[in-house]
């Protein structure tokens, strides 16, 4: 009788583990209950971290739903999609991937959210996405005024992050220029609940 780890070893290897994720894809798609949904979902993101399921998750198309969560209402769906796509985005396939189907716009509807985990996800996944045909988006005045008031969050994990993003993703001039416009738009996007 094999033990649990044993099993778990087994399903790492080639076609089992190609299995074991597509098995996870497919009881998402068949189920009808919530939470088995975000349970999934969770155990898929978590997945997403480890290089080894890359090519499996692309040809199961599990980018493709993750990038479908970002726009549903349940907000643990939104979070598990986000936290998804930030550990599967530094691999350049995937980048490539997610900014060919309007991954950008997408990620940047997150930071809108009230879920804290998902707005920390987000503008990571934000500068994971950063590239020279990317940056104008990702760094477009709204978005710095965004992270300009998130530096100001009371949350030290968000505006470490949020400072961190504006330090690095963006040049002194773009961040002086938002700071200088008169319509502020991002100010109808909330801070995370603290």
């Known amino acids: 009788m094999a033990t649990s780890s044993r099993y778990l070893q087994s399903k790492s290897q ?4 190609f299995d074991y994720l597509q098995t996870l894809v497919t009881e998402f798609q068949d189920t009808d209950s919530q939470d088995s949904k975000e349970q999934v979902l969770a155990n898929l ?9 890359y090519q499996y998750l692309r040809q199961l198309q599990v980018i493709d739903l993750f990038l479908d969560m970002l ?9 598990f999609g ?14 490539e991937y997610i900014l060919q189907n309007n991954g950008v716009q997408a990620v940047l509807d997150c930071l809108s959210s009230s879920n804290e985990d998902t707005v ?3 503008i990571t996944t934000l500068m994971y996405l950063t ?12 978005v ?23 330090e690095d ?6 961040v002086e220029k938002a700071r200088n416009v008169q319509n502020h738009t991002a100010l109808g996007i909330p801070l995370p609940k603290e």
């Open 14 to 17: 080639g076609q089992d583990r």
């Open 45 to 53: 993101a978590n997945f997403a971290y480890d290089p080894s399921n």
């Open 71 to 79: 726009t549903e209402e349940n907000e643990r769906f939104v979070e």
């Open 82 to 95: 986000i936290g998804g796509l930030c550990n599967l985005c530094l691999e350049k396939q995937n980048k």
């Open 120 to 122: 920390l996800s987000a």
């Open 131 to 142: 590239t020279p045909l990317s940056q104008q988006e990702i760094t477009a005045v709204p």
């Open 144 to 166: 710095i005024q965004c992270m300009l008031r998130f530096s100001l969050s009371k949350n030290k994990r968000l505006s470490n992050l949020a400072n961190l993003f504006l």
């Open 169 to 174: 993703i963006c040049s002194a001039d773009d």
